[in-house]
T-cell receptor, first 116, second 114 residues
Framework: AQKITQTQPGMFVQEKEAVTLDCTYDTSDPSYGLFWYKQPSSGEMIFLIYQGSYDQQNATEGRYSLNFQKARKSANLVISASQLGDSAMYFCAMREGNSGYSTLTFGKGTMLLVSP | EAQVTQNPRYLITVTGKKLTVTCSQNMNHEYMSWYRQDPGLGLRQIYYSMNVEVTDKGDVPEGYKVSRKEKRNFPLILESPSPNQTSLYFC?????????????FGQGTRLTVV
């Protein structure tokens, strides 16, 4: 079974609108961390936001926020006020356990296109 | 500047010709790993290393080797490349102090095996 599922291969949004990229995860470990990375067309991987399983509040970083619903095992990325530069591939990832030794497992990604 | 450096960025090679992709990080990170990225499959881990001389297989290790003789370097070796190893490869490093440590990625190596 996949540990990270991103069901949207592609998403379109108009500039200045908000968009939600879906991510569901599967783990039996009570301790885990969820990450979102952005990959623009240039190819590099850019860290966006982190949510820990024990965090009481949803993570926010500027225009990025994470809609964390623990019971549903979902960790959706919300981008507010989309910009043309947000066009990229977005990956959700999870690390299980208690330390940074464990593997970072990625979903298949969602391609976001922002139109003027 | 904190960074992970991979070389080369682009490589075209022929089937069976041994090659090495280098990876170096300047952040004194213990954990390093290699991923390959293929369309529709996301990033899959090839090998990882928890420290010097400690390496282990990831999800797709067949056809690859790694070594970790120094903390900063983690080269990926393809002894006999095949066309199904054509892919985009990423090296990543991270601290091991907690779950929330982000992975820092190199710029990627686009490998084509003909």
């Amino acid at each position: 079974a996949q540990k990270i599922t991103q069901t949207q291969p592609g998403m379109f949004v108009q500039e200045k609108e908000a968009v939600t990229l879906d991510c569901t995860y599967d783990t039996s470990d009570p301790s885990y961390g969820l990450f979102w990375y952005k990959q623009p067309s240039s190819g590099e991987m850019i860290f966006l936001i982190y949510q820990g399983s024990y965090d009481q509040q949803n993570a926010t970083e500027g225009r990025y926020s994470l809609n964390f619903q623990k019971a549903r095992k979902s960790a959706n990325l919300v981008i507010s006020a989309s910009q043309l530069g947000d066009s990229a591939m977005y990956f959700c990832a999870m690390r299980e356990g208690n330390s940074g030794y464990s593997t970072l497992t990625f979903g298949k990604g969602t391609m976001l296109l922002v139109s003027p | 500047e904190a960074q992970v450096t991979q070389n080369p960025r682009y490589l075209i090679t022929v089937t069976g010709k041994k090659l090495t992709v280098t990876c170096s990080q300047n952040m004194n990170h213990e954990y390093m790993s290699w991923y390959r990225q293929d369309p529709g499959l996301g990033l899959r881990q090839i090998y990882y290393s928890m420290n010097v001389e400690v390496t282990d297989k990831g999800d797709v290790p067949e056809g690859y080797k790694v070594s970790r003789k120094e903390k900063r370097n983690f080269p990926l070796i393809l002894e006999s490349p095949s066309p199904n190893q054509t892919s985009l490869y990423f090296c990543a490093s991270s601290q091991i102090t907690g779950l929330n440590t982000e992975a820092f990625f190199g710029q990627g190596t686009r490998l084509t095996v003909v």
